[in-house]
């Protein structure tokens, strides 16, 4: 098979891999149960992810190598955002539906283009600022039946709070992103990979105090599962990285609706609503736009040197 087609199709499996393992990572986490602290939770999968990632590093000789940084203080701010964000998903994962949790988690690129507008002082026109837009109306749409529990006066829903919590995970998230596209100036990927995972175990550790819950073997098993699942998919993630650009595998992130929604039925007897699988479409549609939009841009900016063409 010709190299240039065998690259971005390894590109491509990996990064459906990483999606198959990181839905593994998030089924594990809510079948764990749901009076886990999340502080708890976000702990066994930064610490357990260290597993595979220090093996992985290790196999490839980049071990020592990873350890060194020229930005300490960007990668505890990072690590720190992270953190909260995983923190605020994790809680919302195990009060809503599987496939609700990951479509609501979709807002977290449309968020990414505006904060990189506004931070980082990319260039963004029509063409995006009308994806996200649609793509936020189409969040809204999924979150809006368990908003107007809170708009009822009904302040402790559980299913209020979750969608609140993943949300306000997306938009951490979002700020996270625009941390490593800084990072990844002056760091290594797997730099930026190990320090994440390290930062994360610390911050986390830290809620010790705060109440910890008693686990059982079985809760112990998942969380730990749920862990090295997650160093695992972000070594495939970042090994997908390296066989073909993001515009080419962006897409086959919303695989994942499609295994949450499968497992979310089998598993949990979790049912989608037709809001929702509305509401998922809209952000779909708009991501997947937004990533076409990135790629067209990119072949203009490498076909184009001296002439500057309309950015979107």
């Known amino acids: 098979m010709d190299a240039d087609i065998l690259s971005p199709m390894k590109g491509i499996l990996f990064k459906v891999l990483s999606v198959v393992i990181f839905v593994c990572m998030s089924t594990c986490i809510k079948a764990a149960g749901s009076d886990i602290a999340t502080g708890q939770i976000t702990f066994y999968r930064s610490a357990f992810a260290m597993v595979p990632i220090l093996g992985f590093l290790a196999l490839r000789g980049e071990l020592r190598d990873a350890f060194r940084t020229k930005d300490i203080t960007g990668h505890l701010a990072r690590g720190f ?80 709070l979750g969608a609140v919590g993943v949300l306000l995970s997306a938009t ?96 949990f007897g979790d049912i989608p609503t037709e809001t929702m699988l509305a509401g998922t479409a809209i952000v779909v549609s708009a991501g997947i736009f937004i990533i076409f939009r990135e790629h067209q841009l990119g072949l203009e900016r490498r076909g184009a040197r001296k002439h500057v063409t309309p950015q979107g």
Not at 189 to 211: N, R
């Open 172 to 267: 951490l998230g979002a700020i996270a992103m625009v941390l490593v596209r800084k990072l990844v100036k002056t760091e290594r990927t797997h730099t930026i990979v190990l320090y994440f995972s390290l930062s994360a175990s610390m911050f986390s550790l830290a809620t010790l105090p705060f109440g910890w819950a008693t686990m059982s073997w079985t809760s112990f098993l998942l969380l730990m599962v749920a862990g090295f699942c997650g160093g695992v998919a972000q070594i495939l993630l970042t090994e997908s990285y390296r066989h073909a650009d993001m515009s080419t595998i962006a897409p086959f992130e919303y695989t994942s609706i499609v295994l949450g929604i499968a497992i979310g039925y089998f598993f």
């Open 81 to 160: 955002v992270g953190i909260l964000s995983m923190s605020c998903g994790f809680y919302g994962l195990v009060h809503l539906p599987l496939p609700e949790a990951i479509a609501i988690g979709y807002a977290m690129p449309l968020l990414a283009v505006i904060f990189a507008a506004v931070f980082l002082r990319e260039t963004v026109r029509l063409y995006r600022w009308s994806a996200v837009v649609i793509g936020l109306m189409g969040v809204l749409i999924i979150t809006w039946p368990r908003l107007t529990l809170l708009r009822n006066g009904e302040f402790g829903s559980s299913e209020a």
